[in-house]
């Protein structure tokens, strides 16, 4: 016997009421709840993982973005991550219907789940990048953690578009977080000033402490010097920022 079409109803109006009021916790509790207790047959864990999935809800949420992230991150980052089997691509189309930066990097970071089953459609999306989806991609293969992922961002490198091989830095680099210094050290001896000024813009956002003592050693290096004036102001920039965290 199915679920009466008044309980789904009912349900996506919860979910929504929870949505408006950005109290993203609520529907992890929901999703928490169908875990425990399934139902009979995991009627009503079909029912909470069908609703939440509903292309409308997604479609909602992309346009709630575009004002800027909710309140509660953390939440919204968690039910996303558990949409579960079957989720790929409706995440794919969110994040290529989303503006680029924070909002594409929470699909891309939900997607991240799903790929080890299936990297086929980012892989192949990847085969003809596009500038505005490129980070969001090369992010979620790089949190994925895909054994075969460093062919594919070598192929992507080895075009050697400077405006794409930067996107891929910061993807990559974002997707490691605090671990990204040794790749972002490696960005700053590109021979583009695109790579090695998104690098530069990187260790400031992402270094802390490490990217702060990073910067200092490079800076005392005698070649430090025969960088062009522009490269050496962004050193410092990106000195300052690091020197927030690192005070």
């Given at each position: 016997?199915s679920?009466?079409?008044?309980?789904?109803?009912a349900l996506?109006g919860v979910?929504?009421?929870a949505?408006?009021?950005d109290d993203?916790?609520?529907?992890v509790?929901?999703?928490?709840?169908?875990?425990?207790r399934?139902?009979?047959d995991?009627?009503?864990a079909n029912?909470?993982?069908?609703?939440l999935?509903?292309?409308?809800?997604i479609?909602?949420l992309?346009?709630?973005?575009r004002s800027g992230?909710p309140t509660?991150?953390?939440?919204?980052r968690s039910?996303?991550?558990?949409?579960?089997?079957?989720?790929?691509?409706i995440?794919?189309d969110?994040?290529?219907a989303?503006?680029?930066?924070?909002?594409q990097e929470?699909?891309?970071e939900a997607l991240a789940?799903?790929?080890?089953?299936?990297?086929?459609?980012?892989?192949?999306?990847?085969?003809?990048?596009?500038?505005?989806?490129?980070?969001?991609?090369?992010?979620a293969l790089?949190?994925a953690q895909?054994?075969?992922?460093?062919r594919?961002?070598?192929n992507?490198i080895?075009?050697?578009?400077?405006a794409?091989?930067?996107e891929?830095?910061?993807?990559?680099?974002?997707?490691r977080?605090a671990?990204?210094l040794?790749?972002?050290e490696?960005?700053?001896?590109?021979k583009?000033?695109?790579?090695?000024k998104?690098a530069?813009?990187?260790?400031?956002?992402l270094?802390?402490?490490r990217?702060f003592?990073?910067?200092q050693?490079?800076?005392?290096?005698a070649s430090?010097?025969?960088?062009?004036?522009?490269?050496?102001?962004?050193?410092?920039?990106s000195?300052?920022?690091?020197?927030?965290d690192?005070?």
């Amino acid at each position: 016997k199915s679920i009466p079409w008044s309980v789904s109803e009912a349900l996506g109006g919860v979910l929504d009421a929870a949505a408006l009021a950005d109290d993203h916790q609520a529907i992890v509790r929901i999703i928490e709840r169908a875990e425990t207790r399934p139902g009979r047959d995991g009627r009503f864990a079909n029912l909470v993982a069908h609703v939440l999935k509903n292309p409308v809800r997604i479609a909602w949420l992309i346009e709630r973005l575009r004002s800027g992230l909710p309140t509660d991150l953390a939440g919204l980052r968690s039910w996303l991550a558990r949409l579960g089997p079957g989720s790929d691509a409706i995440l794919l189309d969110a994040l290529e219907a989303s503006e680029k930066g924070p909002a594409q990097e929470l699909f891309a970071e939900a997607l991240a789940h799903a790929l080890p089953a299936n990297p086929t459609p980012v892989t192949a999306r990847l085969e003809n990048p596009n500038l505005r989806t490129a980070a969001a991609f090369c992010f979620a293969l790089e949190r994925a953690q895909l054994p075969d992922r460093n062919r594919v961002f070598q192929n992507l490198i080895a075009r050697r578009e400077p405006a794409l091989q930067a996107e891929v830095l910061t993807g990559r680099a974002r997707a490691r977080a605090a671990d990204a210094l040794p790749l972002l050290e490696g960005g700053l001896g590109d021979k583009s000033d695109e790579v090695r000024k998104r690098a530069l813009e990187l260790i400031g956002e992402l270094g802390g402490v490490r990217g702060f003592q990073l910067l200092q050693r490079l800076m005392k290096d005698a070649s430090f010097e025969a960088r062009p004036v522009p490269e050496r102001a962004r050193f410092w920039a990106s000195l300052l920022d690091c020197g927030a965290d690192a005070a």
